[in-house]
């Protein structure tokens, strides 16, 4: 069967720089951060106490009230993010759709970890005044398929209804696996990407217990440093991506607008080791999606990174990008969005492949902040501390993830 083009035509942005797609693009392109001191529950007892946070967020401008009582945040970051996606996609929707159309949409938005706020406060209820105060709304307000069960529900969406889980790469898998659908007949529209919410007490405390965050908390701003030589750890995000994925000929068909082509996706597994990552893995994981994409390396001008601002993550993609590139890697701007937005884990995929769009579409690299003194073993240019306008053709996306799995996205400009 001949592979079919998949193309992007909606984009849906929740995130700790702003609540829409456009309000986040004019802030990162700013170099604005979004992370600050927590608010959501008292951290003083914390080693790290700050986080990207999502702000001023109201989810019943999407859904009602008695909806979303019944939901843990992370399905409220999703589904705003998707109805945002879905209504820019214009895609029709419940009534509107033949019996056929609705079959050939479907839903794959996934989380890497799902309702931990919902598991906290429910065990505390548990704890506190015994099982028959546990609600029975437990269980599907906090499992991780319950976003794409959702926008399936209210948009009658009646195609491939799934959600993908792999750490930190929940969201670019997301996406990849729903243009492979696509391309394979399962679908003619995909709504993907993916939603986190761990700025709880115990997604602050698991993190930090495993020394994996940053601990800057007299300037939390400047806290995510990728490839800056002083960078001490991530720093925890929340909020969620999702993109409308759409066969070409479907999308033309209906004067849809076209955003970006995805063109390639690769996957890889290290098996190294639980948390630390392997140079070998994600330089695999490239270069089977430049493979797919049939491109070469010297046709990719943008990368945004997985660039989590880690001492041996950061180090550790460099050299990965550097092995997959050869000498065209010095050519290659290479950005974190994370400098801004901190690490969404599940999400960070979503709202990371919705900024490759945007810098594809606008024809924009937005900068690394923070780069104060850059690491002199991350010698790549990693648009450090302003916007770039750049001709980009073919951009690069990166998403890694504990236990060794790793996911590369190949988008041409549309």
């Known amino acids: 069967m001949t592979k079919r083009r998949v193309v992007v035509t909606g984009l849906g942005c929740i995130a700790p720089v702003g609540n829409t797609v456009a309000e986040s693009w004019t802030n990162l392109l700013a170099g604005q951060s979004g992370i600050d001191t927590i608010t959501s529950f008292d951290a003083s007892p914390f080693a790290c106490k700050f986080a990207g946070e999502v702000k001023g967020f109201d989810i019943t401008q999407y859904i009602s009230e008695k909806e979303a009582r019944h939901m843990d945040r992370f399905i409220h970051l999703g589904m705003a993010a998707a109805i945002q996606a879905v209504q820019d996609s214009g895609l029709k929707t419940n009534d509107a759709l033949s019996p056929e159309e609705a079959t050939r949409i479907g839903c794959n938005i996934g989380s890497g970890i799902g309702g931990l706020p919902m598991i906290e406060a429910t065990h505390g209820e548990l704890v506190a005044r015994g099982p028959r105060r546990v609600s029975p709304f437990f269980v599907p307000a906090s499992i991780i398929n319950m976003i794409s069960g959702h926008v399936s529900i209210k948009y009658g969406?009646?195609?491939?209804?799934?959600?993908?889980?792999?750490?930190?790469?929940?969201?670019?898998?997301?996406?990849?696996?729903?243009?492979?659908?696509?391309?394979?007949?399962?679908?003619?529209?995909?709504?993907?990407?993916?939603?986190?919410?761990?700025?709880?007490?115990?997604?602050?405390?698991?993190?930090?217990?495993?020394?994996?965050?940053?601990?800057?908390?007299?300037?939390?701003?400047?806290?995510?440093?990728?490839?800056?030589?002083d960078r001490d750890g991530f720093v925890l995000g929340e909020g969620a991506g999702v993109v409308v994925l759409e066969e070409y000929e479907h999308a033309k068909a209906r004067g849809a607008k076209i955003y970006a082509e995805v063109s390639g996706f690769g996957m890889s597994g290290d098996a190294y080791h639980m948390t630390a990552p392997n140079v070998d893995g994600p330089r695999r994981s490239m270069t089977a999606a430049l493979v797919n994409?049939?491109?070469?390396?010297?046709?990719?001008?943008?990368?945004?990174?997985?660039?989590?601002?880690?001492?041996?993550?950061?180090?550790?993609?460099?050299?990965?990008?550097?092995?997959?590139?050869?000498?065209?890697?010095?050519?290659?701007?290479?950005?974190?969005?994370?400098?801004?937005?901190?690490?969404?884990?599940?999400?960070?995929?979503?709202?990371?492949?919705?900024?490759?769009?945007?810098?594809?579409?606008?024809?924009?690299?937005?900068?690394?902040?923070?780069?104060?003194?850059?690491?002199?073993?991350?010698?790549?240019?990693?648009?450090?501390?302003?916007?770039?306008?750049?001709?980009?053709?073919?951009?690069?996306?990166?998403?890694?993830?504990?236990?060794?799995?790793?996911?590369?996205?190949?988008?041409?400009?549309?």
């Open 157 to 229: 969406f009646q195609g491939p209804n799934i959600a993908v889980v792999t750490a930190c790469t929940t969201g670019l898998h997301a996406i990849g696996l729903s243009a492979r659908m696509i391309e394979y007949g399962d679908a003619d529209v995909m709504v993907a990407g993916g939603a986190e919410s761990t700025v709880s007490p115990l997604g602050i405390g698991g993190f930090a217990a495993a020394r994996a965050l940053s601990t800057r908390n007299d300037d939390p701003k400047t806290a995510s440093r990728p490839w800056d030589k």
């Open 293 to 414: 994409a049939g491109v070469n390396a010297d046709e990719v001008q943008y990368l945004n990174a997985h660039g989590t601002s880690t001492p041996l993550g950061d180090l550790n993609e460099t050299n990965a990008i550097k092995n997959t590139f050869g000498a065209h890697a010095k050519k290659l701007i290479v950005n974190s969005t994370k400098s801004m937005t901190g690490h969404l884990l599940g999400g960070a995929g979503g709202i990371e492949s919705v900024f490759t769009v945007l810098a594809l579409h606008h024809q924009k690299s937005p900068p690394t902040i923070n780069i104060f003194n850059q690491d002199p073993e991350c010698d790549l240019d990693y648009c450090a501390n302003e916007a770039r306008d750049l001709k980009i053709d073919v951009a690069v996306k990166n998403n890694f993830g504990f236990g060794g799995t790793n996911g590369t996205l190949v988008f041409k400009r549309a």
